[in-house]
Nanobody, 124 residues
Framework: QVQLVESGGGLVQAGGSLRLSCAAS????????MAWFRQAPEKEREIVAS????????YYSDSVKGRFTISRDNAKNTVYLQMNSLNPADTAVYYC?????????????????WGQGTQVTVSS
């Protein structure tokens, strides 16, 4: 089982960029499909992006496609979310998630390991 710690959130103006990082402990990081979810106040947690252990397969929600990029560095046990062209609708707590898998997964109930979350606030 890995443990996940997110960082990189903050306050940014609309049109700006942020890069989130999720550092994982544990020696089996390479076995895990990783994902970023987000949850805005009074809304359900939703998938943002997912990436397989090799990085060969990725998934993006329609709302972030073309603006966000998920990537991973298995040597550093870290997954990243580069967020560009941010807008106020992107404001949420962003969570890193993991599960042992060979394919991308998009539902929160498919993941068994979660980070504590990092706040992203986009001002207009």
């Amino acid at each position: 089982q890995v443990q996940l710690v997110e960082s990189g959130g903050g306050l940014v103006q609309a049109g700006g960029s942020l890069r989130l990082s999720c550092a994982a402990s544990g020696r089996t990081f390479r076995s895990y499909t990783m994902a970023w979810f987000r949850q805005a106040p009074e809304k359900e947690r939703e998938i943002v992006a997912s990436i397989t252990w090799s990085g060969g397969n990725t998934y993006y929600s329609d709302s972030v496609k073309g603006r966000f990029t998920i990537s991973r560095d298995n040597a550093k046990n870290t997954v990243y979310l580069q967020m560009n062209s941010l807008n106020p609708a992107d404001t949420a707590v962003y969570y890193c998630a993991a599960r042992v898998s060979s394919r991308v997964r998009v539902r929160p109930d498919e993941y068994d390991t979660w980070g504590q979350g990092t706040q992203v606030t986009v001002s207009s």
